[in-house]
């Protein structure tokens, strides 16, 4: 069976600091990947997704980043964290067209900036 | 943009049916309608998905209306454990994806 993996679970972080946020998938291969951020009492926000390998696109430009260095591995970074940055943040995966498809969320990271 | 609008709560006393409404009036001709549930601090949790045609399996129905404008999520029983935030979800190729605020489920035993 898959399973979804996200780290840390819980992350306090000073203002300014650098961010790298990991997410693995097992049991399956060449998924499409997915990150999303939740602000405290709001819906889910569509930040990255990658359907291959070093392939990534952005819906939302920011300071955030999004890497895909192996085929179950999606990495979600930053330079510098803002205040805004604060939220959970959830890694997804997908077998084929998300849009048709079922998506399996990991169990997030709770992110503070300070 | 494709949007979807949903009650913010509802309530529902325990093992009584429970319809959660969404209108997606913007909805296009190949969007599918997905529903999620979320629990506080965990991932949310797929329900149910459909095109044109009522679905069914063994979590919940999806009623969608003739002119795909608005579908309702049926749970047929409520438990304390179907409290949760409910999602309904617009998705269209192209990963784009468009979430109501969600409706929050409280069940009263």
């Known amino acids: 069976s898959q399973t979804i993996h996200q780290w840390p679970a819980t992350l306090v972080q000073p203002v300014g600091s650098p961010l790298s946020l990991e997410c693995t998938v097992e049991g399956t291969s060449n998924p499409n990947l997915y990150w999303y951020r939740q602000a405290a009492g709001r819906g889910l926000q569509l930040l990255f997704y990658s359907v291959g390998i070093g392939q990534i696109s952005s819906e939302v430009p920011q300071n955030l980043s999004a890497s895909r260095p192996q085929d179950r591995q999606f990495i979600l970074s930053s330079k510098k964290l803002l205040l805004s940055d604060s939220g959970f943040y959830l890694c997804?995966?997908?077998?084929?067209?998300?849009?048709?498809?079922?998506?399996?969320f990991g169990p997030g990271t709770r992110l503070t900036v300070l | 943009d494709a949007k979807t609008t949903q009650p913010n709560s509802m309530e529902s006393n325990e093992e009584e049916p429970v319809h959660l409404p969404c209108n997606h009036s913007?909805?296009?001709?190949?969007?599918?309608i997905h529903w999620y549930r979320q629990l506080p601090s965990q991932g949310p949790e797929y329900v149910i998905h459909g095109l044109t045609s009522n679905v069914n399996n063994r979590m919940a129905s999806l009623a969608i209306a003739e002119d795909r404008k608005s579908s309702t999520l049926i749970l047929h029983r409520a438990t304390l454990r179907d409290a949760a935030v409910y999602y309904c979800?617009?998705?269209?190729?192209?990963?784009?994806?468009?979430f109501g605020t969600g409706t929050s489920l409280t069940v009263i035993p």
């Open positions: 997804a995966w997908a077998q084929g067209l998300a849009h048709t498809d079922t998506q399996y």
């Open positions: 913007t909805i296009s001709g190949t969007d599918y």
């Open positions: 979800i617009l998705t269209r190729a192209g990963n784009q994806f468009y």
